[in-house]
Every structure is written in C-alpha cells, then in structure tokens.
C-alpha cells in the first residue's frame, strides 16, 4: 500500500470510529472461512478478529477450508450464496499469486468476490546468515547489492519453494537491483530457515515474524525490510527502497471477501464493523503478536489494491518461471 493509500485509509478508519453506530447482529452466524490450516498466523488472525466482531456481528464462525494453496476455500466462498453470511480471508496468495502461479484456479480473484476490507499486512525481512555477512563484509543492503554485482552468480537465496512469497520477492529483488543470485527451493519455509540458519544459503526474503527471534539472537543479520515504510516492531530496519530500490514493495496481506453479487449495504456494514475492530488497541496490541498491522480501508481502495497486486504478481510470476499444473 503506497503512504496516499496509507492515509487515506487511516482517515477513512476515524470516520468509520465517528460514524453511525446502527450497526446490528446477523440474524444467522457469520461464517468466515480460512482456505489454510488450523494454527498458522493466518487463521490466528481470522479467529481474533472473529472475536472483535462479535458485539456488532454477533457469533462468527470460524471455518479452516485449506487445499491447493488456498484456493480450495477460496472457491468455496466464491461459490457461497451472496447473502453476507459467508467470507473468506483471503491473501496474496489467494488473490494476486495463485491465479499466474496455477495453470488453472477455479475462480476469478476480481470477478467473483466484492472486497470488505484489507485487514493486515505483515512485513518480510531480507535477511542473511550473519556470520554469512560478517564474512563478506556486507552490513547493508547497499554492501550486498556491490557484492553481488561485483560476484555474478555467487550468492544464493532460499524459500519455501517455486512460487512461494520468498522466491517471487528474490525474483524482484534480482530483477530490480539487476543482479545475480540463484534461488535455492525448500520443501517449506521452515526447512529455508534452517538451511539459512546452517549456513547453506546466504540470504532469504522471510517473513518478519518468523525471523525476528534469531535477528534479536544475532543469528541472521535483518538487511531490509520489504515493505513501503519502515516495520513498527522493528523501526531501526531500513525499507528495500530506502536504500537504493524505489518503489520496492512485497509484504503478506490478508483481507476479508464476499462472494460477488453481495448486496452493496451489506458490504458497507460488514466493512464498517471490521474497521472498527481494526482500529481498536487490543486488536492492534493483539496483532502485533504477529507482527502483523492493521490495514482497514474502504471496499473501493481493497479492490484497487487487489488489482495492483494482480497486475504486479504477474509479470513477477512469470519472469520467475514457477508453474504449478
């Protein structure tokens, strides 16, 4: 999300606070879908804000739909009655890798959901195995852009795998610093780490949350964050375009959809509840157990936000060569 975008959504956030208060249980459950297992960050999210809600929305329902990398629930929601009891918390892999990644996914990521809201972003770290790092002298983002430029081919980088958010951010990294770096695939993101930790590789893109134990522990040597301003957990990090890529932007968002056709009120309140949610201090002290920021906007700005991340994911997509059939 560029800082207009960033602003315009934290105004937006204290008209929804000022607003209307007429907002009333659903007469039946609301059913929020997670298209991925129980126990990851994600779902964490989902049940947290389903808790949020409740006063406004009343039970909510939290329902794990995981399968080919997200798009099992995701489908489901799509296909779901438009009736505002049904959403799915998507996220970039849902919504703006999956569909270039996949050489057939089942739904149309713009055409058959209506936005609610962005709900959070959660940053990614470029890191290195800092004794990696001592040993070549880079301490910055800058020092691993004039090594690798000066050593063609030498420097590797691991990820959870062909496709995964790690290697699509190495993919831009490389194209956009115009260096060489060979991508190391792993069954998995833990397994990269690992292989980070152990010396195997140099330097991952990882997500922030997971790494920041072993930067506080000196293990990995944090570079940069991914992001378009600076981490809030880690405000001493530097952003990737900061430091000599502008424009540089790849986080994890997750946001909540509707299948399309839902009626136009029930999306504003539906929005209007879970900005509300979001802009409340325990929501926010409790996502930041994550790591993860609160990202509400208005349905208008997820959907222009979805499609910029489609467009920007796929020709990321494409130059990396990943294809899952």
């Known amino acids: ?14 008209a ?10 659903q007469s039946q459950p609301l059913k929020l ?99 990696t790092a001592s040993r070549l002298g880079i301490a910055s983002l800058q020092d691993l852009v004039a090594y690798a430029k000066a050593h063609p081919g030498q420097l590797n980088y691991g990820s959870g795998g062909n496709g995964s958010a790690g290697h699509l951010a190495g993919e831009m990294f490389k194209g956009q610093a115009k260096v060489s770096i060979v991508h190391i695939a792993y069954a998995g993101a833990a397994p990269a780490q690992l292989g980070l930790l152990s010396g195997q590789v140099d330097l991952n893109f990882d997500n922030l949350a997971a790494a920041a134990a072993n930067i506080r522990a000196g293990k990995l040597k944090a570079l940069a964050v991914t992001t378009a301003r600076r981490a809030p957990a880690m405000p001493e990090l530097p952003t990737v375009a900061e430091s000599g890529l502008p424009g540089f932007e790849v986080d994890t968002w997750f946001g909540l959809f509707a299948p ?5 009120d029930t ?29 509400p906007t208005t349905p208008q700005q997820f959907a222009a936000f979805v499609q910029a991340e489609l467009t920007k994911y796929k020709g990321v997509v494409q130059r990396s060569g990943a294809k899952i059939e």
């Open 16 to 25: 929804a606070l000022c607003g209307p208060t007429a907002l009333r249980a």
């Open 1 to 14: 999300m560029n800082r207009r975008l960033w602003l315009q959504s934290q105004a937006f956030g204290l």
């Open 267 to 295: 999306v504003a309140r539906l929005n209007q509840a879970f900005v509300r949610a979001l802009h409340t201090s325990d929501v926010k002290t409790r996502f930041a157990t994550f790591m993860a920021e609160p990202a």
């Open 33 to 131: 879908v997670v298209p991925y297992p129980q126990g990851g960050p994600l779902d964490a999210i989902a049940r947290l804000l389903a808790e949020s809600v409740r006063d406004t929305l009343g039970t909510v329902v939290v329902e794990n739909k995981a399968g080919a990398g997200g798009n099992l629930g995701a489908d489901w929601v799509a296909k779901a009655p438009p009736d505002g009891h049904t959403l799915v918390m998507g996220a970039v892999a849902t919504h703006a890798i999956n569909p270039w990644l996949y050489a057939r996914i089942p739904y149309d990521p713009i055409r058959d959901f209506a936005p609610i809201t962005l709900v959070a972003r959660v940053p990614n770290v470029l890191v290195m195995n800092a004794q």
């Open 260 to 264: 399309a056709k839902t009626p136009p």
